[in-house]
């Protein structure tokens, strides 16, 4: 009898004790496969791997190429970057609604959360984006929306 979830399941665990220093770690268990991930890639988003970030649930993640120097994703040029990465992240609370913003999209999906809103857009020729938007006037599924997406909320990331 194996201890591992079966293939459909998905764990993360993040274990905090008061005597682990920065040895802490995240044990996420998928597929009958255990890794242990560094807890400063998760809360520095340093070195986040594709992997990492599917398995800590994160989304916003799109495949990405450099040319000249410019992380290019399917959301547009996302700005300068140094190494080669091959995939890109971008934090919900780095998406805002701009009616000038160079991402189109229609919203198709919305959770009121009091004070803030996560509302998921698809943008034509990429992967969806959420974006965290203030609670009050957020707007309605099927509203046609203009994003932009604040340089500092973009983590490239490896494999």
Do not use: K, Q
Not at 68 to 80: E, K, Q, T
Not at 83 to 98: F, I, N, S
């Amino acid at each position: 009898m194996s201890l591992l979830p079966p293939a459909a399941t998905l764990i993360a665990l993040l274990i905090l004790l008061p005597t682990v220093t920065a040895a802490t770690s995240i044990l996420a268990a998928a597929t009958g496969v255990v890794w242990l991930v560094p807890l400063g890639v998760v809360v520095g988003l340093a070195s986040l791997t594709v992997l990492v970030a599917g398995l800590l649930g994160f989304t916003n993640v799109g495949p990405a190429a450099v040319t000249g120097g410019r992380l290019l994703s399917p959301w547009g040029d996302l700005g300068a970057v140094d190494g080669t990465p091959t995939a890109v992240l971008v934090r919900p609370e780095g998406v805002h609604l701009d009616p000038s913003g160079p991402i189109r999209g229609i919203v198709v999906a919305s959770t009121f959360a009091g004070a803030r809103a996560r509302i998921r857009v698809t943008v034509e020729g990429a992967p969806p984006l959420d974006a965290e938007v203030p609670g009050l006037g957020a707007p309605a599924v099927a509203t046609a929306v203009r994003l932009r997406i604040d340089r500092g909320a973009v983590h490239p990331l490896s494999g």
